[in-house]
């Protein structure tokens, strides 16, 4: 069963920077497209950034230039990286494998970025 475990959120101002994990198991993530996707409240969930398994990556329009994802295969991991961080990245952050352009997999718990002064 393919399980994603994302981690690495927390509290940090205006400014600041993260870096989120996603650890998988059950699958080979380098044979896969992965990708962040974003939930805050109220809103959908939606795509924040994707990795190809040939390490070609593509950025949401909000995140271009601020967020950095990257894959360790050796690992089995995925990172974002989240750098000028704003009070509109608050949300929680949860990896999936992405196929045709949807998410394939069950979600994690996600983690928790709130970007507060």
């Known amino acids: 069963q393919v399980r994603h475990v994302e981690s690495g959120g927390g509290l940090v101002q205006p400014g600041g920077s993260l870096k989120l994990s996603c650890a998988a198991s059950g699958i080979l993530l380098s044979m896969w497209t992965m990708a962040w996707y974003r939930q805050a409240p109220g809103k959908q969930r939606e795509l924040v950034a994707s990795?190809?398994?040939?390490?070609?990556?593509n950025y949401g329009d909000s995140v271009k230039g601020r967020f950095t994802i990257s894959r360790d295969n050796a690992k089995n991991m995925v990172y974002l990286e989240l750098n000028s961080l704003k009070v509109e990245d608050t949300a929680v952050y949860y990896c999936n494998r992405r196929r045709l352009q949807v998410p394939i997999d069950p979600w994690g718990q996600g983690t928790q970025v709130t970007v507060s002064s």
């Open positions: 990795i190809s398994s040939g390490g070609s990556t």
